[in-house]
C-alpha cells in the first residue's frame, strides 16, 4: 500500500513537471519531457512497452483502418469543426510558421522526417504514452479515470501548439482527443495513435504544399 502511495506522489510530481515544460514552452518541450519519460522509466525499472507499444500482428490492416479513420476526422475537422471555431472566435487557425512550404518540395520533406519523428513518435510518446499512463496512475483507470486522462493530456497537447493562436489550441486539443480514441479503440495500443498521428500530418502537409492553407471547407 506504502508503495503504491509512494508511486503516486512520485506520478504527481512528474505530471506537474511535465506539465511546467509544455505550458512555460521550455525550449522543445516535447524533448524535454521525452527526457523526463526516460529518466521515469530507468527509476521504475520499466521498459518502453509499458507506454502502450503492443505487438501488432497485421500491420497492414491497422494501417488501412487507421488510415480510413483519420480520413474521416480530417473531413469532420474541415467541414465542421474548423469553420465553426473560426466563426465562434472570429479568427483562424495560424499556419503563419508554413507559408513557404505551398511548392517547396525540400520543405516538404523536412516537415514530413519531422513528422513521424518528433511529432508522430516523439509527441505520441509524451502525449498518449507517458503522460496518460502517469495520469490514470493519480487518477485511476475506470471510465472517469479515462476521461479525466484524455481531458488533460489532451488540453496539454493543445497549450503546446500555442503558437497556432486560439482556433489551432482548440483544434489541436480536439485531435488529440482523437488520437486517445484512436489509441483505446485498437486495443489501448500506442502505435495506433503514433500511425493516426503521422497520417493525419502527412495528409495536412501534402495538402499544403499542394494548393496552400485551409482554413475549412465553409
Known amino acids: 500500500m506504502f508503495g503504491e502511495v509512494r508511486w503516486r506522489i512520485v506520478a504527481v510530481i512528474e505530471l506537474a513537471l511535465a506539465s511546467a515544460m509544455i505550458v512555460l514552452d521550455l525550449l522543445i518541450p516535447t524533448l524535454l519531457v521525452l527526457g523526463l519519460c526516460a529518466v521515469s522509466l530507468i527509476v521504475r525499472r520499466d521498459g518502453v512497452r509499458t507506454l502502450g507499444f503492443k505487438r501488432v500482428d497485421r500491420p497492414s490492416r491497422l494501417i488501412l483502418m487507421v488510415l480510413v479513420l483519420v480520413l474521416v476526422w480530417t473531413v469532420m475537422q474541415l467541414g465542421l469543426v474548423m469553420p465553426v471555431l473560426s466563426h465562434v472566435t472570429g479568427t483562424s ?11 517547396n518540395v525540400g520543405n516538404l520533406a523536412f516537415l514530413l522526417l519531422m513528422t513521424w519523428t518528433l511529432a508522430a513518435l516523439g509527441e505520441e510518446i509524451v502525449y498518449r504514452g507517458y503522460l496518460q499512463i502517469r495520469v490514470r496512475e493519480i487518477v485511476g483507470s475506470s ?19 500555442s503558437e497556432q493562436g486560439v482556433v489551432g489550441i482548440l483544434a489541436t486539443t480536439l485531435d488529440a482527443v482523437f488520437f486517445s480514441w484512436v489509441r483505446l479503440r485498437f486495443n489501448d495500443n500506442l502505435w495506433a495513435a503514433v500511425l493516426a498521428h503521422g497520417l493525419s ?8 504544399f499542394l494548393i496552400g492553407p485551409i482554413y475549412g471547407l465553409w
Open 93 to 103: 487557425q495560424d499556419l503563419s510558421a508554413f507559408e513557404d512550404l505551398k511548392g
Open 143 to 161: 471510465r472517469w479515470g479515462i476521461v479525466i486522462t484524455v481531458l488533460v493530456t489532451s488540453l496539454l497537447f493543445g497549450i503546446a501548439h
Open 201 to 208: 500530418n502527412t495528409i495536412g502537409f501534402v495538402t499544403f
